[in-house]
């Protein structure tokens, strides 16, 4: 799965750490997330949609993999 989460981080000057708080993971969940060793759960990309006011849509997509 591709996703846009280090660029919406990037856009809204946040650290892996203030993303993690804010969406209550860790900093390494984070990092996983952004570097495709994790897939999120649909609880954790509805969250991540909902705190940069975008869609799951506009964040993550199905590469085939």
Known sequence: MDNEL?????????????????????R????????????????LAFKLAIYFDCSIEDLFSYNGD
């Open 28 to 43: 390494q969940t984070i990092n996983a997330l952004e570097t495709g060793r994790y897939d999120p759960s649909l609880e």
């Open 6 to 26: 280090k660029v919406y981080r990037a856009m809204h000057d946040l650290t892996q750490e203030d993303l993690a708080k804010e969406v209550g993971v860790t």
